[in-house]
């Protein structure tokens, strides 16, 4: 049966952030091969679910290899000792091109579908939950292959590039649920202009890779999103000021405790914003009859 429409952004962490922990945030996101069960217990709560990543973008930028074995191990051992309620497991998937490079040709791009399709399965063989990931620039048809083989209860990540325009990602994006949902746009989405007057009752279940604007999480059904845009206080010494743009929060020189002080109360505010989010976008789909599939 559908599910009902819960939306989920996961905090991408590192360590056990005092923010986090003081917040007690609710759905969080650790890349492999993080101390999971270490870290839990030291931020001092029981997390309703985790998003647990492959470093597979992460080896990607850095040239780096991962083994699918070893990420396997790690995975069967937080199934066998769960560190939340629900787990899910990013693919170690093959991201076509490199960093700061040439788009990657066709050639480039079913190659590295094959590698992930791999790696996919020998996870799968393992009993590890896999969320498979379709990137800007594969085919429309690995979209749909991607989601006919999570099924009804699985999930898909949607993946933009980091290294194009905002604008290339956003059209990226709304082509992924244009052609996943019947008669979806966004002028739809958000007037609720669609055939009947009525958003279709069940989507997939899409999780964006990376998503950090506002505007992009609001601006699709998304089932979940992560981003690591609460961390910018601390690592960058800069605020999301109510456009959603980054800015300077103090002058070079300015004295360390007061720079923590400060820090901790943005990132406080960035993660009271994202439980705003959930709950307000979560009512608004409850009222208009939307399900995840």
């Given at each position: 049966?559908?599910?009902?429409?819960?939306?989920?952004?996961?905090?991408?962490?590192?360590?056990?952030?005092?923010?986090?922990?003081?917040?007690?945030?609710?759905w969080?996101?650790?890349?492999?091969?993080?101390?999971?069960?270490?870290?839990?217990?030291?931020?001092?709560?029981?997390?309703?679910?985790?998003?647990?990543?492959?470093?597979?973008?992460s080896?990607?930028?850095?040239?780096?290899?991962?083994?699918?074995?070893?990420?396997?191990?790690?995975?069967?051992?937080?199934l066998?000792?769960?560190?939340?309620?629900?787990?899910?497991?990013?693919?170690?998937?093959?991201?076509?091109?490199?960093?700061?490079?040439?788009?990657?040709?066709?050639?480039?791009?079913?190659?590295?579908?094959?590698?992930?399709d791999?790696?996919?399965?020998?996870?799968?063989?393992?009993?590890?939950?896999?969320?498979?990931?379709?990137?800007?620039?594969?085919?429309?048809?690995?979209l749909?292959?991607?989601?006919?083989?999570?099924?009804?209860?699985?999930?898909?990540?949607?993946?933009?590039?980091?290294?194009?325009?905002?604008?290339?990602?956003?059209?990226?994006?709304?082509?992924?649920?244009?052609?996943?949902?019947?008669?979806w746009?966004?002028?739809?989405?958000?007037?609720?202009?669609?055939?009947?007057?009525?958003?279709?009752?069940?989507?997939?279940?899409?999780?964006?890779?990376?998503?950090?604007?506002?505007?992009?999480?609001?601006?699709?059904?998304?089932?979940?999103?992560?981003?690591t845009?609460?961390?910018?206080?601390?690592?960058?010494?800069?605020?999301?000021?109510?456009?959603?743009?980054?800015?300077?929060?103090?002058?070079?020189?300015?004295?360390?405790?007061?720079?923590?002080?400060?820090?901790?109360?943005?990132?406080r505010?960035?993660?009271?914003?994202?439980?705003?989010?959930?709950?307000?976008?979560?009512?608004?789909?409850?009222?208009?009859?939307?399900?995840?599939?």
């Amino acid at each position: 049966m559908p599910r009902a429409a819960q939306v989920r952004i996961y905090a991408a962490i590192s360590g056990p952030d005092k923010s986090i922990a003081e917040a007690r945030y609710p759905w969080l996101l650790a890349a492999y091969p993080t101390g999971v069960l270490g870290l839990v217990q030291r931020l001092g709560y029981r997390p309703e679910g985790m998003m647990l990543d492959s470093g597979a973008y992460s080896a990607w930028t850095r040239k780096l290899a991962i083994d699918v074995e070893a990420y396997a191990a790690w995975a069967i051992s937080l199934l066998d000792r769960p560190p939340a309620d629900d787990l899910l497991f990013l693919n170690l998937d093959v991201i076509p091109g490199r960093k700061g490079g040439a788009a990657p040709g066709h050639a480039e791009i079913r190659e590295a579908m094959l590698r992930s399709d791999e790696n996919a399965e020998a996870l799968r063989s393992t009993g590890v939950p896999v969320v498979e990931v379709y990137h800007q620039g594969e085919p429309p048809a690995r979209l749909e292959q991607l989601v006919a083989r999570a099924g009804p209860n699985g999930v898909v990540g949607i993946s933009p590039r980091k290294d194009t325009s905002h604008q290339a990602r956003e059209a990226f994006v709304d082509a992924v649920f244009h052609q996943s949902i019947t008669a979806w746009t966004p002028e739809a989405e958000r007037d609720n202009l669609y055939p009947g007057g009525k958003v279709p009752r069940t989507v997939p279940r899409f999780h964006g890779l990376g998503v950090s604007r506002e505007r992009t999480m609001r601006r699709y059904p998304w089932y979940s999103c992560d981003s690591t845009t609460w961390m910018v206080p601390r690592r960058y010494g800069e605020k999301i000021n109510r456009q959603g743009r980054q800015e300077r929060m103090w002058p070079r020189g300015e004295p360390a405790p007061q720079r923590e002080v400060i820090a901790s109360i943005e990132e406080r505010k960035i993660l009271t914003r994202w439980a705003y989010i959930m709950e307000s976008m979560g009512e608004v789909r409850a009222r208009r009859g939307l399900r995840f599939t």
